[in-house]
């Protein structure tokens, strides 16, 4: 039986064609880990960092986050062909870096970038430095898709685990649950994508019915943290729409 659902998670990952596809096969071939693009992205990130540290220290922050944000959104996008409901839920169950862990490191990462950002709109006597500015705003703006982006795969994730894999759930059946989408019991990386962009933007649901608690707490903090740094960003636009005005 295990060997049929393999059988089955790979045919339905191979159908997708295209270039953007066949890359897309080619990085889910390799059996990442579940959470595998975030810690190649965070290396990669680490990596520039210390590079611009030592070559352009002022800049090492902002061009080390955007090196990590600019990775992980590319090897989401180009798994995104093949992120059907079969490939996520033969992923859901693996035993990974705790969740919590990742979010914390990545929301420390876009703190940072928020006070870099700041720092260089009103840390500068002789006033703002443009390119400075310019990084900090693409490294906070690059931090906001990030966000949305692992919370998608984490509502997906949920969504597609098994109740055994989960005995606090209480749940029986062959997954979890928790949405109810209109379309049918099969979302794939798309409907995802959809319903935590739309939660990212308008701190609500739109046609993506709530129906077990778990997610119910998951959706209360992502509109919640959404709402706040939503406040945030609203607010650095003005300050750097008044300080690049002023260059």
């Known amino acids: 039986m ?29 059996r990442l880990p579940r959470h595998g693009a975030f810690f190649i992205a965070l290396a990669s990130g680490l990596a520039v960092f210390f590079v611009t540290l030592w070559l352009w220290p002022a800049f090492a922050v902002p061009i080390g986050a955007i090196a990590m944000f600019a990775i992980y959104l590319a090897l989401v996008g180009a798994m995104l062909p093949v992120l059907t409901s079969d490939f996520l839920r033969s992923r859901a169950d693996e035993a990974d ?3 919590g862990f990742i979010f ?31 990084l900090s705003v693409a490294s906070v703006l690059l931090g906001w898709f990030t966000i949305h982006t692992m919370a998608a795969l984490h509502y997906a994730y949920e ?34 994508l959809y319903f935590a962009y739309v939660i990212g933007t308008a701190f609500a649901v739109s046609d993506i019915r709530i129906t077990s608690n778990k997610m119910r707490k998951i959706v209360l903090l992502h509109s919640t943290f959404s709402y706040f740094f939503n406040t945030l960003i609203v607010a650095a636009t003005v300050n750097v729409a008044v300080a690049v005005g002023g260059i």
Do not use: W
């Open 104 to 134: 914390a490191a990545v929301i420390g990462v876009v703190g940072v970038c928020c006070a870099t950002l700041f720092m260089a709109l009103n840390g500068n006597e002789d006033g703002p430095l443009l390119e400075e500015v310019l």
């Open 159 to 192: 969504y597609y685990e098994s109740p055994s894999a989960n005995p606090e759930s209480g749940k029986g059946g062959e997954l979890i649950g928790g949405l109810d989408f209109p379309e049918g019991d099969n979302p794939d990386g798309v409907a995802f």
């Open 2 to 30: 295990a060997t049929r659902r393999k059988q089955t998670v790979k045919n339905t990952v191979a159908k997708p064609t295209g270039r953007r596809a066949a890359f897309g096969l080619r990085i889910a071939s390799m």
């Open 97 to 99: 870096t705790p969740t």
